[in-house]
T-cell receptor, first 111, second 114 residues
Framework: DAKTTQPPSMDCAEGRAANLPCNHS???????VYWYRQIHSQGPQYIIHGLKNNETNEMASLIITEDRKSSTLILPHATLRDTAVYYCIVKEIQGAQKLVFGQGTRLTINP | GAVVSQHPSRVICKSGTSVKIECRSL??????MFWYRQFPKKSLMLMATSNEGSKATYEQGVEKDKFLINHASLTLSTLTVTSAHPEDSSFYICSARLAWETQYFGPGTRLLVL
């Protein structure tokens, strides 16, 4: 079972920042937070991951709360091509844990 | 990010035939590959995990004799759906990673069994 909780859907206006929340209250000390997205009829695309510090790359920023029980993925200037299902997953970076996908958040970017 | 390819992208076959799907890591060596399936409007479900040169480990409820997985090299894994039936119609997605690094996904293969 997925260890994360995400809202089933969200809307955001094109050009605005999209903030996608994720709760992972049972996360353990050696588990990372990973974000992937899946555009319709494609394979999932890796976005970003982090342990406890905030992370930023060319796609997004990841903000993890100090207690690590929740995080927010930020797409700073959303475009129509960012419409997708976004998955938040917690997983150990080593070991036998697998990427287990929950239902994710369906993000719709509106013109 | 790393690139994973799948072939074919879509396939239509008759009931009772077998279908082979290839998954390749193009710019890295994949010590571990994964196979997922996804039904319409549903999330991805992990079917099996394979390490290069070893037998695949199947998730509970996945028939290993029906879904044959071969991870023969560090860049290639194949999934063969044997004696396919209409209920096997689905979107099959492979994924690959090097050691404990980030897992990357292929574009998926849409299988339709008539």
């Amino acid at each position: 079972d997925a260890k994360t909780t995400q809202p089933p859907s969200m809307d955001c206006a094109e050009g605005r920042a999209a903030n996608l929340p994720c709760n992972h209250s049972t996360i353990s000390g050696n588990e990372y937070v990973y974000w992937y997205r899946q555009i319709h009829s494609q394979g999932p695309q890796y976005i970003i991951h982090g342990l406890k510090n905030n992370e930023t790359n060319e796609m997004a920023s990841l903000i993890i709360t100090e207690d690590r029980k929740s995080s927010t993925l930020i797409l700073p200037h959303a475009t129509l091509r960012d419409t997708a299902v976004y998955y938040c997953i917690v997983k150990e970076i080593q070991g036998a844990q697998k990427l287990v996908f929950g239902q994710g958040t369906r993000l719709t970017i509106n013109p | 990010g790393a690139v994973v390819s799948q072939h074919p992208s879509r396939v239509i076959c008759k009931s009772g035939t077998s279908v082979k799907i290839e998954c390749r890591s193009l710019d890295f060596q994949a010590t571990t590959m994964f196979w997922y399936r996804q039904f319409p409007k549903k999330s991805l479900m992990l079917m099996a995990t394979s390490n290069e040169g070893s037998k695949a480990t199947y998730e509970q409820g996945v028939e290993k004799d029906k879904f044959l997985i071969n991870h023969a090299s560090l860049t290639l894994s194949t999934l063969t759906v044997t004696s396919a039936h209409p209920e096997d119609s689905s979107f099959y997605i492979c994924s690959a990673r090097l050691a404990w690094e980030t897992q990357y996904f292929g574009p998926g293969t849409r299988l339709l069994v008539l």
